[in-house]
C-alpha cells in the first residue's frame, strides 16, 4: 500500500477520500489531512491542523489541494521527508525562487514534483512538442463573470454589470497566474510543459454569460500546429474551478499504483 498524505479538504479533497471509500484507488491508504480547522468527518481520515501531527506519519507521495501557501509553507517538507510531491496548485511557482526552493529538495532528496494534467488536456502533447522546438504557445481561459469575484477582475469592471466578454488579463502566463491564484494555476501547468512561464502568453476572459469555462491552448513549433479546447462544467462548490479538476487528480493517483499507465 502507497501511503498518501492529503493537503487541503475542498472540492478535490473531498472527492479524493470518496474515491478511496468507494474502492476507487486500490492500492493507496490515506493516514491523515492536512486542514485549516481540525475536525472529523464521516469516512475521512483524521483532519488535523496541526502541521507536526500531520507530518507525524510516513508518506510515499502528498497531494497538495489546498493553495499556494500550502506550497510555500510546506512543499519543501515533504520532498525533505522522502515522498513525492503532487501540486495542483502550480501558480505558486510563479516566485522562482519557491520554485528554485521546491526543485532543490526533489533533487537533493530524489524525490519527484508531479504535476497532475487536472483542468487542461493536451499536456503530453505540448511537453512532447517542445522536446522539438515550440516557438508560440497562447492559452484562452474565458469563464463567467462569478467564478472571477474575489479576485483582481473586480478592480479592472463592474462583473455584475458586464454586457459582453471582458479581457482581464493578456500578458505572460506568470502575471497571470500569479494575479488569479484560483482560477488559472493550469496556465502554469501549461507553461511548465511548453515554452516557460514567461514565453507563454495568457489572455483571460470575464464572460456576463454563465455557462461552461472554456479553456483553449494553441501551439506552433517544428512538429506543426496544435490546438485544443475544452468547455468544463465549473465546480457546485466552487465555480472558479471545474468538476474535471478532481477527476483527473484521481486518474493520477490511480496511475500511482496501476499496472497499465496511458498518457503517463
Known amino acids: 500500500m502507497l501511503k498518501l498524505g492529503l493537503m487541503g479538504y475542498g472540492a478535490i479533497g473531498k472527492d479524493v477520500i470518496h474515491a478511496m471509500a ?6 493507496l491508504a490515506c493516514p491523515a ?40 509553507n510546506h512543499g519543501a517538507r515533504v520532498l525533505e521527508q522522502g515522498a513525492d510531491l503532487l501540486v495542483t ?17 526533489a533533487r537533493a532528496n530524489g524525490r519527484r514534483v508531479i504535476v497532475p494534467s487536472a483542468g487542461v488536456g493536451a499536456l503530453d502533447y505540448l511537453s512532447a512538442a517542445a522536446q522539438g522546438g515550440l516557438d508560440e504557445v497562447v492559452m484562452t481561459v474565458r469563464k463567467d463573470a462569478a467564478s472571477w469575484k474575489g479576485t483582481h477582475a473586480e478592480t479592472l469592471c463592474d462583473l455584475d454589470r458586464l454586457t459582453e466578454p471582458k479581457v ?33 502568453r495568457l489572455i483571460l476572459y470575464a464572460d456576463p454569460e454563465r455557462g461552461p469555462h472554456i479553456v483553449q491552448v494553441e501551439a506552433r513549433g517544428r512538429f506543426g500546429r496544435f490546438l485544443f479546447r475544452s468547455e468544463g462544467v ?13 477527476m483527473a487528480v484521481i486518474k493520477t493517483l490511480r496511475q500511482l499504483t ?7
Do not use: C, W
Open 22 to 27: 468507494a474502492g476507487e484507488l486500490p492500492g
Open 33 to 72: 489531512v492536512l486542514v485549516r480547522r481540525a475536525r472529523q468527518e464521516p469516512e475521512a481520515p483524521p483532519l488535523v491542523a496541526d502541521a507536526e501531527a500531520f507530518f507525524a506519519h510516513p508518506y510515499d507521495v502528498v497531494l497538495e489541494v489546498a493553495g499556494h501557501q500550502a506550497i510555500r
Open 89 to 105: 496548485s502550480v501558480g505558486a511557482f510563479t516566485d522562482p525562487a519557491l520554485f528554485d526552493r521546491i526543485m532543490d529538495a
Open 168 to 200: 482581464i488579463y493578456d500578458g505572460p502566463a506568470r502575471g497571470g497566474a500569479a494575479a488569479y491564484p484560483q482560477n488559472v494555476n493550469i496556465s502554469a501547468a501549461v507553461s511548465l510543459a511548453g515554452l516557460g512561464l514567461d514565453r507563454t
Open 234 to 246: 465549473p465546480s457546485t462548490e466552487n465555480r472558479k474551478t471545474g468538476i474535471i479538476v478532481a
Open 258 to 264: 496501476s499496472t497499465l499507465v496511458v498518457g503517463g
